[in-house]
């Protein structure tokens, strides 16, 4: 059943304050989402939440997949927010830049997770034994590919929005 325009502003108004607690602003991709479909909107934010909050990968490690998963799907709104970010949680200015730029970070874990992330999109999930074998090798079991999958998957649903709108990235994220 199709909502109202009163049920879709008060929805809208709801991802902004869930959006303003989390991220302390409401960012220009959440604006966008938001005042075009809330309820959209409303599972990108509640996915980062959750995976964010009971992840296996840590912080910092979960911004080296998303970087990568950026890059790869040429974001540059992304790109751009999550080199911030990626720094809040512990990147340094030259790993987010090789990531960015399409290398691999000199921090062995970090390097596997991204190269397993790309691999994981350029086979769009179809990873065969031996690769399973090598990432399991480098410390990358299921739970830990899984986790890139859905981080793949949440920062594809902003990569193309950002795509479609060419959303304006926000003056905290320009650097």
Not at 106 to 120: F, N, P, Y
Request: hydrophobic share 40%.
């Amino acid at each position: 059943m199709a909502t109202t325009t009163a049920e879709q502003t008060d929805h809208e108004q709801q991802v902004h304050e869930k959006a303003e607690q989390a991220l302390g602003f409401v960012p220009n991709l959440v604006q966008e989402i938001a005042g075009e479909n809330p309820a959209a909107a409303d599972v990108y934010l509640s996915a980062n939440g959750i995976i964010e909050e009971d992840g296996v990968l840590s912080p910092a490690e979960q911004q080296a997949v998303i970087l990568a998963v950026s890059s790869y799907n040429d974001c540059h709104y992304c790109t751009k927010a999550h080199a911030v970010a990626g720094q809040q949680a512990g990147l340094d200015t030259e790993t987010v830049e090789t990531i960015n730029e399409g290398g691999l970070p000199s921090d062995d874990r970090l390097k596997s997770l991204v190269r397993a992330t790309r691999r994981i999109l350029g086979k769009r999930g179809w990873l065969s034994d031996v690769d399973e074998a090598e990432f399991a090798d480098l410390g990358l079991e299921r739970p830990a590919l899984y986790e890139i999958v859905t981080l793949a998957g949440i920062k594809t649903i902003s990569n193309y929005v950002n795509h479609i709108a060419d959303t304006e990235i926000d003056e905290p994220f320009q650097g």
